[in-house]
């Protein structure tokens, strides 16, 4: 009967370990609580009141908070059992107290730390990840990204846990789509299905898997990839009709339909939901259904509907993220433009662009943060490197001495016993003294390179954080400046009262000129910081730049094999300058008719060769490089690599350069 009961125990812990219980699951609690009655072991009290604290913590904190404290009592004096306290404690601040959370998670996790059972991994694991979702809720997505890949997977991997591993790389898969790089987010997509579908995941974790996955392929367009995962995900959920998972499910056919043209099956879907998500109280599933009611009616060009959907959703206020609230207000500002309404259109772009100001000065906070810690610790390492140095000198220059001392007392015997002993010691030293110089002197060549490379880092790091400001002040100031004009000069245009007036073409034409300048405007800010490169990698980035460079009178063409876009964004961004200078020298100096850009990569190492058939010049005989030569050089240096200019007068120039691009 014992065995029984203690399997029983054992069962309840495996279930609660993955979270909260089984889908229609209605039983959990009641359980839980007659096997609290039946027990005698204060640490298996402890463990049913910790399970019972987390499944109230979602609806009744005071019952959740009661329970916690009850499990704390029958931990007593087991170092375990308190350090699982510590864990569910945060669990009951993670909604109400981020950053008292977030410490207790972290404390949890160095407390669990000291136990090798599996079941520690697991819950270190929990707390690496739940600490990440609450940097995710500070719109910190890399931070959770770290959290997620560099603690909490290596933990369950270590435990054996598929299910668990499967579920956190679905976790950084979700980040990935946030940030709509998709074809990234399919990578984690397609390995958390893989080893899913090696256990007997919940019922759970499987749809939320197949949900995702199959949102991020409409949103590449692959539909015929996600209709397959739709249906699976359907007959999953047919037994309960009731689920909250039904949202979601009704969320991502009305996507899929709404892009394959299926306009009044996506209004459907949504529809059918919305009853469910009132019925369940789930508010911020609601707003998600009346926002994608919104797009539907967008897509059929019913405006009016469209907006009343907007205006509810932005009603409810049901913000996790500010992005949300930012894109609804700019959503907004163009609804009301396809209705002419131009007084509201201007007015919630202004909010927007407010909105956009706000939290652009909350990251810069966040960013000069960074930035500040990153210098101190730059300084440290600087002082050390330094102290190091003259360590180094002060034992070189003491050996030195020592040496010395010794070869003056040989000399001084060797003079009492024979005078050419002394000469031929005094030759020895001599040629030792040249050695100890030249390995001294190749010491301080090294030493003055790597300052020159940490400076030219420095250098390239400043160049692109100016970059990115300036593009961000172009874009989200001046450009929302310009727009408010357009729209003012709209409104005054489109007046009955002005229509008659003389002026009314010149009028018009000022609108066209502003027209070009915002557009003139986006391309500088997209040549400062190229927005493809960070939404869909270097390769896309590229062949972008190519395109827009070409003219009649210049072709360029493009190819790449191999790049691996998992690479650092940095070491992409610095790739991307190199050959954007490389192309702006052949195009301002070399008059060619025909230029080729090559990539391809191998591992670590990335290699470019930029060919044009212009006029070329003497490489042997040009003294003073351009500036332009001298920038691709100094990148160059910055990731380790090699540059090689073949060039000749009246036989164009090839560029071929070879880059180390390991993480």
Avoid at 96 to 111: G, I, N, T
Avoid at 194 to 209: D, F, N, Q, V, Y
Avoid at 486 to 509: I, W, Y
Wanted: hydrophobic content about 40%.
């Amino acid at each position: 009967m014992r065995c029984l009961f203690l399997f029983i125990v054992w069962s309840i812990v495996t279930l609660e370990s993955q979270g909260q219980p089984m889908l229609g699951n209605t039983s959990y609690p009641d359980s839980l609580l007659q096997l609290l009655q039946n027990t005698g072991s204060d640490s298996t009290k402890a463990r049913l009141n910790y399970f019972l604290s987390d499944y109230w913590s979602y609806t009744d904190t005071a019952r959740a908070s009661f329970y916690l404290k009850e499990g704390l009592k029958a931990a007593k004096d087991h170092s375990y059992l308190q350090a699982l306290f510590v864990f569910y404690e945060a669990l009951l601040l993670h909604d109400v107290q981020l950053e008292a959370a977030a410490k207790k998670y972290k404390e949890s996790e160095k407390l669990l730390e000291k136990f090798p059972y599996k079941e520690a991994l697991i819950y270190r694991a929990r707390a690496w990840r739940n600490y990440g979702t609450l940097q995710q809720r500070k719109d910190n997505e890399q931070e959770m990204v770290v959290a997620i890949l560099d603690h909490a997977i290596p933990l369950v991997r270590k435990a054996g846990d598929l299910e668990r591993e499967g579920s956190y790389y679905n976790d950084v898969g979700m980040v990935y789509m946030n940030q709509l790089m998709h074809s990234k987010a399919e990578t984690f997509f397609a390995k958390s299905l893989s080893l899913l579908k090696k256990t007997t995941p919940k019922l759970e974790t499987m749809i939320l898997a197949l949900d995702n996955r199959a949102k991020n392929f409409c949103y590449m367009d692959s539909m015929q990839y996600a209709r397959p995962l739709l249906n699976e995900m359907g007959a999953l959920l047919k037994p309960y009709p009731e689920a909250e998972y039904n949202i979601d499910y009704a969320l991502t056919k009305s996507v899929y339909y709404r892009k394959t043209g299926d306009l009044p099956a996506a209004l459907k879907s949504l529809q059918g939901a919305l009853p469910l998500a009132r019925k369940l109280k789930q508010k911020r599933l609601e707003n998600s259904l009346q926002f994608q009611v919104y797009k539907v009616y967008t897509a059929m060009g019913n405006y009016r509907l469209a907006l009343e959907a907007l205006q509810t959703v932005i009603k409810n206020k049901q913000y996790t993220f500010m992005e949300d609230e930012v894109m609804h207000a700019f959503e907004m500002s163009e609804t009301y433009a396809h209705l002419n309404d131009i007084p509201h259109a201007y007015h919630w772009l202004k909010k927007y662009s407010i909105l956009r100001d706000t939290m652009y000065m909350r990251n810069l906070k966040a960013g000069i943060s960074d930035m500040e810690t990153k210098f101190n610790t730059a300084e440290k390492e600087k002082e050390i490197v330094l102290l190091q140095a003259e360590n180094k000198e002060a034992a070189l220059k003491a050996r030195n001495s020592r040496l010395s001392t010794l070869i003056l007392i040989i000399i001084c015997f060797a003079i009492l016993v024979v005078l050419i002993f002394v000469t031929i010691t005094y030759r020895t030293f001599k040629t030792l003294a040249a050695q100890k110089e030249l390995n001294y002197r190749q010491q301080l060549k090294e030493m003055e390179q790597q300052r020159q490379i940490v400076t030219t880092e420095a250098m390239l790091e400043g160049e692109e954080r100016e970059r990115r400001r300036v593009a961000r002040d172009l874009h989200d100031g001046l450009g929302g400046m310009l727009a408010g004009i357009k729209l003012k000069l709209s409104s005054h245009a489109s007046s009955p009262r002005n229509q008659l007036r003389d002026d009314q073409p010149e009028l018009s034409a000022i609108i066209d000129q502003l027209d070009r300048s915002v557009t003139e405007l986006r391309r500088i800010a997209r040549n400062m910081m190229p927005e493809s490169l960070i939404r869909f990698g270097l390769q896309t980035a590229l062949k972008d730049l190519c395109e827009s460079l070409m003219t009649r009178e210049t072709h360029i063409r493009f190819t790449a094999f191999d790049i691996d876009e998992r690479m650092e964004l940095s070491t992409q961004v610095v790739i991307y300058r190199i050959i954007q200078e490389a192309l702006a020298n052949a195009i301002r100096h070399s008059k060619a008719n025909n230029i080729i850009v090559q990539c391809s990569q191998d591992e670590s190492r990335f290699y470019i060769t930029v060919e044009d058939d212009g006029i070329g010049f003497n490489s042997q005989a040009t003294e003073k490089k351009g500036m332009g030569l001298v920038n691709i050089e100094n990148r160059v240096k910055y990731l380790n690599g090699k540059i090689d200019v073949v060039s000749s007068a009246n036989e164009g120039t090839t560029i071929n350069m070879e880059l180390n691009v390991a993480a």
